[in-house]
Protein backbone atom coordinates (compact mmCIF):
# COMPACT_ATOMS: atom_id res chain seq x y z
CA UNK A 1 0.00 0.00 0.00
CA UNK A 2 1.57 3.24 -1.33
CA UNK A 3 1.18 6.15 1.52
CA UNK A 4 -0.06 9.27 -0.69
CA UNK A 5 -3.71 10.16 -0.17
CA UNK A 6 -5.98 9.86 -3.07
CA UNK A 7 -9.08 11.32 -1.33
CA UNK A 8 -9.88 13.17 1.52
CA UNK A 9 -13.70 14.07 2.50
CA UNK A 10 -13.93 16.11 5.80
CA UNK A 11 -17.88 16.75 7.36
CA UNK A 12 -19.86 15.48 5.02
CA UNK A 13 -23.26 16.53 5.25
CA UNK A 14 -26.46 15.69 3.08
CA UNK A 15 -30.07 15.67 3.72
CA UNK A 16 -32.91 14.71 1.92
CA UNK A 17 -36.01 17.05 3.00
CA UNK A 18 -35.80 17.06 6.56
CA UNK A 19 -33.68 13.87 7.66
CA UNK A 20 -29.91 13.91 7.20
CA UNK A 21 -28.71 10.69 5.07
CA UNK A 22 -24.68 11.61 6.08
CA UNK A 23 -23.83 13.08 9.29
CA UNK A 24 -20.78 14.62 9.36
CA UNK A 25 -18.92 12.03 7.36
CA UNK A 26 -14.78 12.61 7.11
CA UNK A 27 -12.63 9.60 5.49
CA UNK A 28 -9.31 9.85 3.82
CA UNK A 29 -8.32 7.04 1.51
CA UNK A 30 -4.74 6.58 0.34
CA UNK A 31 -3.13 5.54 -3.23
CA UNK A 32 -3.34 1.96 -3.77
CA UNK A 33 -5.75 1.54 -0.40
CA UNK A 34 -8.55 -0.78 -0.29
CA UNK A 35 -11.20 -0.29 1.91
CA UNK A 36 -14.98 -2.04 2.81
CA UNK A 37 -17.34 0.53 3.50
CA UNK A 38 -19.58 -1.85 6.15
CA UNK A 39 -22.88 -1.10 8.11
CA UNK A 40 -26.86 -1.72 7.70
CA UNK A 41 -29.20 -1.13 4.79
CA UNK A 42 -30.14 2.24 5.09
CA UNK A 43 -27.37 3.86 7.00
CA UNK A 44 -26.47 5.89 3.94
CA UNK A 45 -23.55 4.22 2.22
CA UNK A 46 -24.54 4.47 -1.47
CA UNK A 47 -24.99 8.23 -0.72
CA UNK A 48 -22.02 8.82 0.50
CA UNK A 49 -20.10 6.91 -2.07
CA UNK A 50 -22.39 9.44 -4.28
CA UNK A 51 -20.68 12.43 -2.55
CA UNK A 52 -17.13 11.17 -2.61
CA UNK A 53 -17.58 9.97 -6.37
CA UNK A 54 -18.98 13.76 -7.27
CA UNK A 55 -22.17 12.60 -8.46
CA UNK A 56 -23.80 14.27 -5.22
CA UNK A 57 -23.16 17.71 -4.19
CA UNK A 58 -23.18 17.70 -0.49
CA UNK A 59 -25.33 20.25 1.53
CA UNK A 60 -21.72 20.93 4.13
CA UNK A 61 -18.06 19.39 3.91
CA UNK A 62 -15.64 19.79 1.29
CA UNK A 63 -14.49 16.40 -0.93
CA UNK A 64 -10.51 16.72 -2.76
CA UNK A 65 -10.26 14.72 -5.39
CA UNK A 66 -6.02 14.14 -5.55
CA UNK A 67 -6.05 17.73 -4.22
CA UNK A 68 -8.93 18.95 -6.28
CA UNK A 69 -11.79 20.51 -4.93
CA UNK A 70 -14.37 19.30 -7.71
CA UNK A 71 -17.14 21.72 -6.82
CA UNK A 72 -15.10 24.82 -7.56
CA UNK A 73 -15.04 23.67 -10.85
CA UNK A 74 -17.22 23.41 -13.90
CA UNK A 75 -19.64 20.70 -15.09
CA UNK A 76 -17.77 19.60 -17.79
CA UNK A 77 -14.51 19.72 -15.57
CA UNK A 78 -16.12 17.70 -12.95
CA UNK A 79 -17.32 15.38 -15.77
CA UNK A 80 -14.18 15.07 -17.16
CA UNK A 81 -12.50 14.12 -13.55
CA UNK A 82 -15.19 11.25 -13.34
CA UNK A 83 -14.14 9.92 -16.40
CA UNK A 84 -10.38 10.30 -15.65
CA UNK A 85 -9.95 9.37 -12.45
CA UNK A 86 -13.28 7.13 -10.21
CA UNK A 87 -14.42 4.35 -11.75
CA UNK A 88 -17.93 3.46 -10.63
CA UNK A 89 -20.02 0.01 -10.23
CA UNK A 90 -23.48 0.22 -9.04
CA UNK A 91 -25.91 -1.83 -7.16
CA UNK A 92 -27.30 -1.76 -10.49
CA UNK A 93 -25.26 -2.60 -13.60
CA UNK A 94 -26.14 0.50 -15.36
CA UNK A 95 -25.61 -0.79 -19.03
CA UNK A 96 -27.48 0.39 -21.73
CA UNK A 97 -29.79 -2.02 -22.83
CA UNK A 98 -29.11 -1.84 -26.70
CA UNK A 99 -25.36 -1.68 -26.55
CA UNK A 100 -23.33 -4.99 -26.85
CA UNK A 101 -21.41 -5.47 -23.46
CA UNK A 102 -18.38 -4.90 -25.47
CA UNK A 103 -19.61 -1.24 -26.33
CA UNK A 104 -20.85 -0.84 -22.49
CA UNK A 105 -17.10 -1.80 -21.86
CA UNK A 106 -15.79 0.28 -24.11
CA UNK A 107 -17.72 3.50 -24.66
CA UNK A 108 -15.79 5.37 -21.02
CA UNK A 109 -12.41 4.04 -23.04
CA UNK A 110 -13.66 5.76 -26.22
CA UNK A 111 -14.96 9.08 -24.85
CA UNK A 112 -11.22 9.49 -22.86
CA UNK A 113 -9.33 8.69 -26.15
CA UNK A 114 -11.15 9.41 -29.17
CA UNK A 115 -10.00 6.17 -30.54
CA UNK A 116 -12.91 3.62 -31.10
CA UNK A 117 -10.26 0.53 -31.87
CA UNK A 118 -8.19 1.23 -28.93
CA UNK A 119 -11.15 1.07 -26.93
CA UNK A 120 -12.64 -2.16 -28.51
CA UNK A 121 -9.27 -3.51 -27.82
CA UNK A 122 -9.69 -2.52 -23.95
CA UNK A 123 -12.92 -4.45 -23.70
CA UNK A 124 -11.67 -7.13 -25.27
CA UNK A 125 -9.68 -7.50 -22.76
CA UNK A 126 -11.34 -7.04 -19.67
CA UNK A 127 -13.89 -9.18 -20.99
CA UNK A 128 -11.59 -11.94 -21.22
CA UNK A 129 -10.46 -11.19 -17.52
CA UNK A 130 -14.01 -11.68 -16.63
CA UNK A 131 -15.07 -14.77 -18.75
CA UNK A 132 -17.68 -13.46 -20.69
CA UNK A 133 -15.52 -13.31 -24.26
CA UNK A 134 -18.60 -15.01 -25.57
CA UNK A 135 -21.36 -12.92 -24.69
CA UNK A 136 -19.22 -9.79 -26.26
CA UNK A 137 -22.13 -9.43 -28.76
CA UNK A 138 -24.66 -9.52 -26.40
CA UNK A 139 -27.01 -6.80 -25.55
CA UNK A 140 -26.30 -5.34 -21.90
CA UNK A 141 -30.03 -5.95 -21.69
CA UNK A 142 -29.86 -9.56 -22.24
CA UNK A 143 -27.74 -10.63 -20.00
CA UNK A 144 -28.49 -12.12 -16.59
CA UNK A 145 -27.68 -10.39 -13.56
CA UNK A 146 -24.32 -11.43 -12.57
CA UNK A 147 -23.14 -11.40 -16.56
CA UNK A 148 -24.24 -7.53 -16.22
CA UNK A 149 -22.54 -6.69 -13.08
CA UNK A 150 -19.65 -8.49 -14.36
CA UNK A 151 -19.67 -6.48 -17.49
CA UNK A 152 -19.90 -2.98 -15.17
CA UNK A 153 -17.18 -4.17 -12.98
CA UNK A 154 -15.58 -3.89 -16.53
CA UNK A 155 -16.71 -0.86 -17.64
CA UNK A 156 -15.57 0.95 -14.36
CA UNK A 157 -12.08 -0.90 -14.99
CA UNK A 158 -11.63 0.66 -18.33
CA UNK A 159 -9.89 3.55 -17.88
CA UNK A 160 -7.43 2.77 -15.30
CA UNK A 161 -9.26 5.21 -13.10
CA UNK A 162 -6.80 6.44 -9.44
CA UNK A 163 -9.67 5.42 -7.73
CA UNK A 164 -13.31 2.77 -7.71
CA UNK A 165 -16.18 3.02 -5.77
CA UNK A 166 -18.19 0.02 -5.66
CA UNK A 167 -21.65 -0.06 -4.23
CA UNK A 168 -22.51 -4.05 -3.32
CA UNK A 169 -20.82 -5.21 -6.92
CA UNK A 170 -21.11 -8.83 -6.34
CA UNK A 171 -24.29 -8.55 -4.36
CA UNK A 172 -26.10 -10.31 -7.66
CA UNK A 173 -22.96 -12.25 -8.68
CA UNK A 174 -22.81 -16.65 -7.91
CA UNK A 175 -18.97 -17.18 -5.88
CA UNK A 176 -17.28 -18.28 -9.03
CA UNK A 177 -18.10 -14.83 -10.27
CA UNK A 178 -17.19 -13.05 -7.27
CA UNK A 179 -13.80 -14.51 -6.59
CA UNK A 180 -13.25 -13.73 -10.43
CA UNK A 181 -13.84 -9.48 -9.57
CA UNK A 182 -12.18 -9.36 -6.51
CA UNK A 183 -9.23 -11.33 -8.13
CA UNK A 184 -9.39 -8.52 -10.61
CA UNK A 185 -9.82 -5.83 -7.77
CA UNK A 186 -6.85 -7.34 -6.22
CA UNK A 187 -4.64 -6.87 -9.23
CA UNK A 188 -5.73 -3.46 -9.64
CA UNK A 189 -4.94 -2.23 -6.18
CA UNK A 190 -1.83 -4.20 -6.26
CA UNK A 191 -0.86 -1.67 -9.10
CA UNK A 192 -1.99 1.80 -7.31
CA UNK A 193 -5.33 2.08 -7.69
CA UNK A 194 -7.90 2.50 -4.43
CA UNK A 195 -10.87 0.85 -3.92
CA UNK A 196 -13.53 1.85 -1.61
CA UNK A 197 -16.00 -1.04 -1.50
CA UNK A 198 -19.84 -0.98 0.20
CA UNK A 199 -20.79 -4.21 1.00
CA UNK A 200 -22.84 -6.25 3.24
CA UNK A 201 -20.42 -9.33 2.43
CA UNK A 202 -17.90 -10.63 4.71
CA UNK A 203 -16.21 -12.67 2.05
CA UNK A 204 -15.87 -8.96 0.07
CA UNK A 205 -14.41 -7.47 3.43
CA UNK A 206 -12.05 -10.09 4.39
CA UNK A 207 -9.80 -9.08 1.23
CA UNK A 208 -9.80 -5.56 1.80
CA UNK A 209 -6.72 -3.80 3.73
CA UNK A 210 -9.21 -1.74 6.19
CA UNK A 211 -13.04 -1.55 7.35
CA UNK A 212 -14.82 1.26 8.11
CA UNK A 213 -18.62 1.10 9.23
CA UNK A 214 -21.10 3.72 8.97
CA UNK A 215 -24.80 3.51 11.10
CA UNK A 216 -27.31 6.28 10.71
CA UNK A 217 -25.54 8.52 8.19
CA UNK A 218 -22.07 8.43 10.07
CA UNK A 219 -18.61 6.73 10.15
CA UNK A 220 -18.77 5.11 13.85
CA UNK A 221 -15.33 3.55 14.28
CA UNK A 222 -12.70 4.73 11.97
CA UNK A 223 -9.70 7.14 12.61
CA UNK A 224 -10.57 10.09 11.16
CA UNK A 225 -7.25 11.55 9.17
CA UNK A 226 -8.72 14.34 7.67
CA UNK A 227 -9.10 16.89 9.98
CA UNK A 228 -9.22 19.98 8.31
CA UNK A 229 -5.59 21.12 9.37
CA UNK A 230 -2.73 21.67 7.21
CA UNK A 231 -1.36 18.47 7.64
CA UNK A 232 -4.37 16.18 6.79
CA UNK A 233 -3.65 17.40 2.90
CA UNK A 234 0.04 17.16 3.25
CA UNK A 235 0.19 14.10 0.91
CA UNK A 236 -0.92 15.78 -1.44
CA UNK A 237 1.19 18.61 -1.77
CA UNK A 238 -1.39 21.17 -1.31
CA UNK A 239 -0.21 24.63 -2.20
CA UNK A 240 -0.22 27.32 1.11
CA UNK A 241 -3.22 28.86 2.35
CA UNK A 242 -5.24 25.34 2.88
CA UNK A 243 -8.25 23.91 0.99
CA UNK A 244 -9.24 25.25 -1.99
Same mark, same amino acid.
Given at each position: ? &???L *???A?? @???????? #???? =? !?????????S????G??????T???H??????????? #????E??? /?? &????????????????? *????S?????? +????? *??L????L?G??? +?A??????? @??????????????????????????T?? !??????A?????????? @???? +? #?????? #???E?????????????D??? !? &?????MV???????V??????? =?? /?????????? &?????
Open positions: M &SGG *VLVNG @LVRLRGDK #TIVA =G !ASLSLRVGEVALMPSGCGKTLLLLGVLDRPGAG #TVLIGIN /PW &SKGRNARAALRLRRIGF *VFQQNLIPFL +SARDN *VAPAWRSSRR +SLAQADAL @LARFGLSTQAKAPGGVLSLGEAQRVAAR !ALVNRPIILADEPTGS @LDSA +S #TEAVLD #TFDVVREGTTLLVATHSRV !A &SRMHRHMQDGALDQPILAT =GG /PSAFTALKMP &SGGRP
